[in-house]
């Protein structure tokens, strides 16, 4: 038997032409199914770039949108920076922020905890800009956080490679927004935990208050440690500043009374916040605690010293609060407008 295997070629080749045929296909199949695989990873997560087929020019028109009304308005790079805060961590990074209160439900932007937010109207001017680029293609959700990114960096931080691929929630989450956004007078262990439930660890956290570099705060949020004594802890210097900025007890709701986070480099994102800190020259308790606290006192230190290294915590941080728990694939929607959900039938 084996002698006329070895002298018939055209029977040997007879016989392994089924398990050839056999063999391809499984292969062919193990391939395609690895394909789908990827397909289906591709659909249902963020991608870098994930518009360069469907809307090439979107990421450039936000950052033209952004840069333009930087120009004209510069608290708007705050708050840029400050909607991904306020929207990524309230359970999912999908625009739920950007929604007006209807009949039914009170809008988060109008909740207490939102106090302070401001200049929506400028994410509704380069959502129509990349609308008239591509209808119906780009989510709210991304351009609030492409415009994080690029305000981070008109503000002189760091460049974030951000993950795009959001779509849009239909519904308000104001009622439950107390449950997952940390007060500032909170203690640093629920600031902590309420991070580490969206997976970011404390130098992250850390590197994330750097956001109080810039901005600044409202006088009804820090009265409290002037009135009807000064913080024993505060920087006598600075405590002189605060009163003068902020003379009411109980500030007046209309006038626009604030103290600038940063008296040094209040426009610019760096680590000036940490050694302003560290000399009790944080104007929230969030702030004093950051500096004081064991369990975060030696990342404050360590980015008081380095602005690379708060950077370098402070893009992991973003990342990670931007990928909290998106809508993918054939999740929620693309919306028409960011303050109103679409109308289905």
Wanted: proline share 5%; net charge positive; aromatic share 6%.
């Amino acid at each position: 038997m084996h002698l006329i295997s070895k002298l018939n070629p055209h029977r040997e080749r007879a016989e392994m032409a089924p398990k050839t045929v056999i063999m391809m296909v499984l292969f062919g199949l193990i391939s395609l199914s690895a394909i789908n695989v990827s397909f289906a990873d591709t659909e249902a997560g963020l991608i870098l770039n994930f518009y360069k087929d469907s809307c090439p020019q979107a990421e450039d028109i936000i950052k033209e949108q952004v840069m333009l009304l930087y120009k004209r308005h510069k608290n708007t790079a705050f708050s840029w920076l400050r909607n991904i805060f306020h929207d990524c961590g309230v359970e999912s990074c999908d625009a739920s922020l950007l929604l007006d209160s209807t009949r039914r439900t009170l809008s988060e932007k109008e909740t207490d905890r939102s106090f302070g937010l401001r200049n929506f109207r400028y994410l509704e001017t380069i959502k129509e800009a990349v609308e008239r680029e591509c209808p119906g293609v780009v989510s709210c959700a991304d351009i609030l956080v492409l415009s994080g990114r690029d305000g981070i960096v008109a503000l002189g931080g760091p460049y974030i490679p951000l993950k795009t691929g959001r779509r849009d929630g239909r519904k308000s989450r104001a009622d439950i927004l107390e449950q997952y956004l940390p007060d500032h007078n909170e203690s640093m262990s629920v600031v902590l935990e309420r991070f580490k439930n969206i997976g970011i660890d404390t130098p992250g956290v850390v590197a994330l208050l750097g956001s109080h570099s810039v901005g600044r705060t409202h006088c009804v949020k820090l009265v409290h440690r002037l009135y009807p004594e000064v913080d024993p802890v505060l920087d006598p210097g600075h405590v002189e500043h605060m009163l003068h900025k902020c003379p009411d007890a109980i500030p007046d709701p209309k006038a626009v009374q604030y103290v600038r986070n940063d008296r040094g480099t209040p426009m610019k994102l760096d680590n000036n916040y940490y050694r302003n800190i560290l000399d009790n020259k944080g104007l929230l308790i969030v702030d004093h605690q950051l500096a004081n606290d064991k369990r975060t006192k030696p990342y404050v230190k360590k980015m008081a010293k380095s602005q690379d290294y708060f950077f370098k915590h402070f893009g992991r941080a973003i990342t990670t609060l931007t990928e909290n728990n998106p809508l993918t694939g054939t999740k929620g929607e693309i919306r028409k407008q960011c303050n109103v959900a679409n109308k289905h039938h």
